[in-house]
């Protein structure tokens, strides 16, 4: 995962904080505390040259933590990608196949609900 310049970062922080999209991403060297995550922001585990898991709440609100595998040779895997100013794109689209059965993309950082 590319880093960001700090003058992007900042952009990215303002665009954020303004809702003008739903989530950015942290790098983070260890799994989180799922008791501390927050809303909206997409905790990547692993460092900018290998990435193992991201973690994010669930958008709809159930309370739940979603984890997916970002290592490529395992299935189902996921890829996270960052735009110039560190708006993430994932794919494939993330479905939770329990609980509230959320189907949802993020795009450019932009959550959109899938109704398939
Ligand atoms: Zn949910």
New binding site residues.
Partial sequence: MKEISALNQLIRDMLWTSNLFQYKVEIIADNPNPDVLKDNIIYVVGRDSYVKWAYLK?P???G?IIMLSLIKSKRPSWVIKQDKIGRPTIYPSIR?LD??R?HFWVKKGKLIWSNI
């Fill in positions: 669930c709809s609100k159930c739940d939770k609980g509230c959320s």
